[in-house]
């Protein structure tokens, strides 16, 4: 047969030219080892989806027109406000002041921009009916006009609205309203408590403060809690640049490194989704590595207590080390990079290549014991042993080649690289590894060493015998088996979260974590545009309503709606004076002296707001429920009361500003009076800063926020889409969120879309390559043993055993990863191996199957534990959580074939022989039966 010519013929070359093999596979280790520095490494979702998938094609799109999709986030967390806020600044500051670094970022945002609401507050308001209060706010001129006027706004128009909290967004309006009546109260405190009466330039320093409290909102992006501070980085460089975003990303680790050794008791973390872009590219890139060196030393200690002579199995470990070399040159000459998706080939090689090793050394052995020369040895190794390795490796590697057909890239790329490795891997053990057993492994005899235990592998003939005295017994295990399995697939969970496809332990995923726990948002945003500015209005309410959003963030909520500029310009044109003492003052003061029951009244106001603070929370509980945002603000500012009980204190914002103010009430009245004389002006002055006569365009926008929301051109407007901090709690939430994303944009792009349609993607093409690797792996079979019920058989055990994996998957808690599809095709091509030998070894015997057990059963156990623990040093050492679930899922799958194929094939191949005996004994009856009569 032309395969026993082709490996007779590998034979010859490898014992006669043993110098050529070595110098061949010397240069091409060489040339692997040199286009190794030019391996890529791809991990982006939209990377590999491809730009002809409509979700990835959108977000390239996105990128290219505004310039980013992405940003590094800073994180500063601790204790101390204050202390955070420095060192925030600290933070921006050195990192703007580092030349080569700042290049890195178009912009970096810390601190809000006062300018813009301070100029266009006024016709920004909420709705038009708001301008109308927010006028007689800008109409007061003492402090206690201004926060009586502020408290009837709160119970007139915010407490009496029963629909004020109805979305999440309205949490962190909310919250943005909490901070500055915080900052108002502070900044309240800090002019009339303080010690003397102020100078005219602190006066207004104080005056402005209180007065931009309310106007320009809060300066800084909070946590909830106001435990985490965040500080954003947009990119100035094309984010597939790895060498920049590498620079950039660790630069800005090395400043926040520095800021937290300076500043104690505040930690600052790098976390977004540029420094998590980099942490996968680490992960993968040691997922490359590690888990081929764990599965390497284990398949040596298991090879130690099971082979005599471990120099020969040293030899082919050499050997495969070499083909997954050659094989790392083969990919850079073909696909170019590595992914996640194929970053296992080196275990996958591992696993596939120490399979054909075990052959020829067990064949190798075998022939030795009976005194053949190694040469000879070798040769019949070769012709006795190599045709069905070499068969089975070229039918795994047509297997793996069949994926190329998938529309899917990655899935394509994947059969790319491990057809071509599993073939390059074939060669070099049918050429290299007869080399060098010849040259370098011993010619002394097989002996057993003494000094070691050794793994006595007769139990597999009593496997054998048991199974072929009590097959049905077998079959019933089988069957209840099977049965349960059944009923555990549909508990299975496919996994969509995108905190799964990166390095677990990575100080950048910890961070991103970090920010989901601490900030209540998911960083995982959706992304979708709209060229017209009142649709980007319309679908970013939209956004906002579904319940699974935090947030939407869109340049309408810094233009007004078009078709209410002329009413609100003319509301604005009606408004009252801007003199410096406006009729609108509600405090009546006609003079600048402030008496000690102005302090009290004073006081009043703020006792008041705080009680208009703690009905807002119980507003929002009618709303939102318990533990919402708003009022947990709420309770972090005063100490709860629940009737006659008194729940945990908080800052005390309020009674501490009161006890401030009212602790000289003499002073206070003083100090009032310089305030208000400042603040009158400062009022005078915004009021008229505020009246604008026309509305804002884009133009007007700050550089930094056009940047981040009009396209470069201008022509297309960005809603960014931030998910609540539940979708994070499974895949169903993750799903959901989704789901309710492209219900209200299809076109809806970003992290979360990207990597659902990733996740799907793949399920549904390596679920099809399955069925290409199916019907080729089921042909060469046919064409191999020409018997259609063995290759049915052999098939059969595959499936049964891919069943019985889905079954006890859910018992262990695991979910089906990103490349849990690849499953399907990886057991069909690895899986069909077990079966092949066993039935190549049945017929061979004559259809006895306790031999077939006894002999082939200590090989197809080896080869089996032995890919088993190169695809379980993912899971165990894995950091990329889908890499390590994908071994794990390939460890107990091969494990599943494993028992089908040494117990149920067995059974069904006893049973069959049993009936075929009985029937031609019956046959054998009736024809004497016949000749008698005759």
């Avoid at 060489?30 to 982006?44: C, D, F, I, K, T």
């Avoid at 002041?97 to 006062?114: M, V």
Wanted: aromatic share 8%.
């Amino acid at each position: 047969m032309i395969e026993k010519r082709i490996t007779g013929w590998l034979a010859d070359f490898a014992i006669r030219r043993r110098k050529t093999v070595f110098l061949l596979f010397a240069v091409l280790t060489a040339m692997g080892l040199v286009l190794s520095q030019n391996l890529g490494l791809v991990v982006e979702p939209e990377q590999l989806l491809g730009k002809d998938n409509a979700v990835a094609n959108q977000f390239f799109e996105i990128d290219e027109a505004f310039g980013f999709t992405s940003n590094i986030m800073i994180t500063v967390e601790g204790e101390d406000r204050e202390e955070m806020v420095r060192a925030a600044h600290a933070v921006s500051d050195r990192i703007r002041a580092d030349r080569e670094l700042s290049r890195y970022f178009s912009a970096i945002n810390l601190k809000n921009d006062a300018a813009y609401p301070l100029q266009w507050g006024l016709i920004l308001a909420d709705e038009a009916e708001d301008v109308e209060t927010t006028l007689r706010l800008l109409e007061q001129r003492s402090l206690l006009g201004f926060l009586t006027t502020l408290n009837d706004t709160l119970e007139e128009v915010v407490l009496s609205d029963e629909d004020r909290f109805g979305t999440n967004q309205d949490q962190w309006n909310g919250l943005a309203a909490l901070s500055g009546f915080e900052r108002l109260t502070a900044g309240m405190q800090a002019a009339l408590a303080a010690p003397g009466t102020p100078a005219p330039e602190e006066a207004e320093r104080a005056a402005r403060e209180i007065m931009e409290s309310v106007f320009a909102g809060e300066q800084y992006s909070w946590s909830p809690d106001q435990d985490m501070l965040l500080i954003s980085l947009l990119p100035a460089f094309d984010v597939l640049d790895f060498d920049s975003l590498y620079a950039a990303v660790h630069g800005v680790e090395a400043v926040t490194d520095e800021v937290a050794r300076e500043f104690a008791g505040v930690n600052v973390g790098v976390g977004g989704e540029l420094a998590w872009g980099v942490a996968r590219h680490e992960g993968a890139g040691a997922d490359t590595l590690y888990p081929t060196l764990v599965a390497l030393v284990l398949i040596v200690v298991l090879f130690f207590f099971s082979f005599t002579r471990m120099r020969k199995m040293a030899l082919a470990l050499l050997a495969l080390v070499v083909g997954i070399l050659i094989t790392v040159g083969g990919i850079v000459l073909t696909v170019g990079h590595i992914s996640m998706i194929t970053s296992i080939f080196a275990v996958i090689l591992m696993g596939l290549g120490i399979d054909f090793g075990i052959h020829l050394v067990s064949n190798y052995d075998d022939f030795r014991l009976k005194g053949m020369a190694p040469s000879d040895a070798m040769r019949r190794t070769m012709e006795a042993g190599g045709t069905p390795i070499m068969l089975g490796g070229v039918t795994t590697a047509c297997a793996f080649f069949s994926l190329a057909l998938s529309r899917s890239p990655a899935v394509a790329e994947f059969g790319i690289v491990a057809g071509m490795g599993v073939l390059i891997t074939l060669a070099t053990m049918l050429t290299l590894f007869p080399a060098l057993v010849l040259s370098f492994g011993g010619k002394r005899e097989l002996s057993r060493p003494r000094w070691r235990p050794m793994i006595d592998f007769s139990f597999m003939g009593t496997l054998g015998r048991g199974i072929q005295a009590h097959p049905w017994v077998a079959i019933g295990l089988s069957l209840a088996l099977t049965a349960g399995a059944i009923a555990m697939i549909p508990r299975n969970v496919v996994d969509f979260d995108p905190m799964n496809n990166a390095p677990r332990n990575h100080p950048y995923t910890l961070t991103q974590q970090r920010i989901i726990d601490r900030m209540e948002i998911s960083p995982f945003i959706s992304l979708s545009t709209r060229t017209s500015l009142e649709e980007t209005r319309e679908l970013t309410e939209a956004f906002r309503r579904e319940r699974t959003v935090s947030r939407a963030l869109s340049v309408a909520d810094l233009l007004p709606p078009a078709d209410e500029v002329e009413a609100r310009l003319a509301l604005i044109a009606a408004g009252g004076p801007a003199g410096p003492l406006a009729a609108g003052d509600v405090a009546g003061f006609t003079g600048e002296d402030r008496s000690l029951e102005d302090v009290e009244r004073l006081a009043d106001e703020i006792q008041r707001l705080e009680w208009n603070v703690i009905e807002m929370g119980d507003l929002a509980v009618a709303g939102m429920g318990e533990n919402n945002l708003v009022e947990r603000r709420r309770n972090l500012m005063v100490r709860e009361i629940f009737g006659a009980e008194v729940g945990e204190p908080g800052r005390e914002v309020f009674q501490q500003a009161i006890a401030a103010i009212t602790a000289d009430p003499q002073g206070t009245a003083i100090r009032m009076a310089a305030v208000d004389r400042a603040f009158s002006g400062v009022m005078e002055t915004q009021q008229r800063h505020m009246r604008v006569d026309r509305a804002p365009t884009v133009a007007d926008l700050p550089e930094d926020l056009r940047n981040q929301l009009v396209s470069i051109d201008g022509s297309r407007y960005l809603i960014t889409v931030f998910p609540t901090r539940d979708t994070q709690a499974d895949s169903a939430a993750i799903l959901a969120f989704h789901t309710a994303m492209t219900g209200v944009d299809p076109g809806v792009t970003g992290s979360v879309p990207l990597y659902v349609e990733l996740v799907t993607e793949i399920f549904s093409e390596a679920t099809r390559a399955g069925a290409y690797v199916a019907a080729v792996v089921f042909v060469l079979l046919l064409l191999i043993f020409r018997r259609l019920t063995q290759v049915i058989l052999a098939f059969a055990m595959v499936v049964l055993g891919i069943v019985w994996m889905f079954g006890l998957l859910p018992l262990t808690g695991t979910h089906l990863g990103l490349t849990a599809g690849l499953v399907f095709p990886l057991l069909i091509g690895i899986g069909t191996d077990d079966a092949m030998h066993i039935l190549h070894r049945y017929n061979h015997e004559g259809g006895d199957i306790v031999p077939a057990i006894r002999y082939s059963g200590k090989a197809v156990l080896l080869t089996t534990v032995t890919t088993m623990l190169a695809f379980g040093s993912l899971a165990v050492v894995g950091e990329m959580a889908t890499i390590a679930a994908i071994g794990w899922l390939l460890f107990v799958g091969l494990g599943t074939c494993f028992v089908a194929t040494v117990i149920l094939l067995p059974a069904c191949l006893t049973i069959g022989r049993q009936w075929r005996q009985k029937r031609q004994g019956i046959n054998g009856g009736t024809a004497e039966t016949t000749e008698e009569a005759v």
